[in-house]
């Protein structure tokens, strides 16, 4: 009898044994409240990171394409058979940062052909034939773009060389404007700017001015300044 008791004692010893450890488990198995973010979830944190990065960059297609002004285009076009213009004709598109072109017959004057003691030279020949016209090597490049151009040559006879009138006949100055000049051992500009003139239509011609050659790049564009034009920034 008393080893039955002791039986059921055991026994209910281990059922009480392991119901304690079954609610212990239990215990320990309980689910943390810190949860993972979703999977394609970002934190507070690095979401305003972002936020604050895409809202400082700027689409480099979107940003407005700001074009340079630029000021009026200019044009000195002399022609110089001693190079005593070609100096003047520097001096003013150096001071004017104008574009250059020279006039370049595609026959050369020699010293015999610029000896106005000869009757027989060709200068004499040309000037004495106001319809003469002698080539040109070239040609200016997209005249069209010159709003102010300046022409200088030297005096023959009193009047422009006849080249010069082939470069006045060989494009449209119409709303441009001209200004003359020229350089002499003596003569004014007398009337060959104003025969240039009736070369041209719908230009606007300024009155010519002679200068020496000699002159400094300041004293000419000290003239040229004083001509009240519009030269741009």
């Not at 488990?25 to 990065?53: F, H, I, L, M, Y």
């Not at 630029?70 to 104008?98: D, P, W």
């Amino acid at each position: 009898m008393m080893k039955k008791v002791i039986t059921i004692l055991i026994s209910l010893l281990m059922i009480l044994s392991l119901a304690a450890c079954g609610n212990s488990v239990s215990q320990t198995r309980q689910p943390s409240t810190e949860e993972k973010p979703a999977a394609g979830t970002v934190n507070s944190e690095e979401s305003a990171e972002n936020t604050d990065t895409s809202e400082g960059q700027t689409n480099e297609s979107e940003n407005p394409v700001i074009l340079e002004e630029q000021g009026t285009k200019m044009l000195v076009a002399y022609f110089s058979a001693t190079n005593t213009t070609r100096g003047i004709a520097e001096h003013i598109a150096n001071g004017l940062n104008a574009d250059i072109y020279e006039i370049v017959p595609e026959e050369p004057y020699t010293d015999a052909d610029l000896n106005y003691n000869d009757n027989n030279s060709r200068t004499t020949i040309e000037m004495n034939d106001p319809d003469v016209r002698p080539a040109i090597s070239d040609s200016v490049e997209d005249m069209e773009q010159y709003a102010i151009v300046f022409i200088g040559y030297p005096i023959w006879w009193g009047e422009a060389p006849r080249i010069v009138s082939t470069f006045v006949e060989s494009y449209d100055f119409s709303g441009k404007t001209i200004v003359p000049f020229c350089t002499s051992g003596g003569s004014g500009v007398g009337s060959s700017a104003t025969n240039l003139e009736q070369l041209t239509d719908g230009a606007d011609w300024l009155p010519g001015k002679r200068l020496n050659g000699s002159d400094s790049q300041d004293t000419v564009m000290e003239w040229v300044n004083g001509l009240g034009l519009d030269f741009g920034e």
